[in-house]
């Protein structure tokens, strides 16, 4: 595996049927609350590959037993500067591809604990305006839109 992280990514957007959205703080930037998004491993492992696997390894659900959905929704941004470090040398933007995960509202949560310190459950409304990411906000803003339970 590369050294350096592969400008390609999933943001999930996991929720309930009554469209509470779950939100987890990051561990190395405390009050930078978002979804699950994570790079892809290899540049050929597909994204819902890389879906599933971040959902695991950030809160411990399982996505296969739940409604996971391809978006079809790509954002292209600017790499934070904090977090130009981790990919090679010149790479500037990312492109993050968007996938709802439709959870039962009684479901574990497990963080894992070097990446995430607390997690929250709230209204869409209230997590769209909670996130520090705008495309993450902006893909919580279209839940309505796509939750089909």
Same mark, same amino acid.
């Given at each position: 595996m590369s050294q350096y992280k592969i400008p390609e990514s999933v943001l999930v957007v996991i929720y309930t049927p009554a469209l509470d959205v779950l939100l987890i703080e990051r561990a190395d930037k405390p009050g930078f609350w978002?979804?699950?998004?994570?790079?892809? =491993?290899?540049? =050929?492992? #597909?994204?819902?590959?890389? #879906?599933?696997?971040?959902? #695991?390894?950030?809160?411990?659900?399982? #996505?296969?037993q739940f409604a996971l959905r391809d978006w079809q929704i790509s954002n292209v941004y600017e790499i934070y500067p904090v977090w130009r470090h981790r990919y090679a040398p010149g790479v500037t933007q990312n492109t993050e591809h968007v996938f709802g995960l439709c959870v039962s509202p009684d479901v574990t949560v497990r963080l894992a604990p070097r990446e995430h310190v607390q997690y929250q459950w709230l209204p869409w409304q209230t997590a769209a305006d909670r996130c520090f990411s705008a495309s993450n906000a902006e893909a919580i803003l279209l839940l309505p839109e796509f939750n089909q339970n």
């Open positions: 978002q979804s699950v998004t994570g790079s892809k =491993d290899t540049p =050929d492992e #597909a994204l819902l590959t890389t #879906a599933i696997r971040e959902v #695991a390894e950030e809160t411990g659900i399982d #996505a296969t």
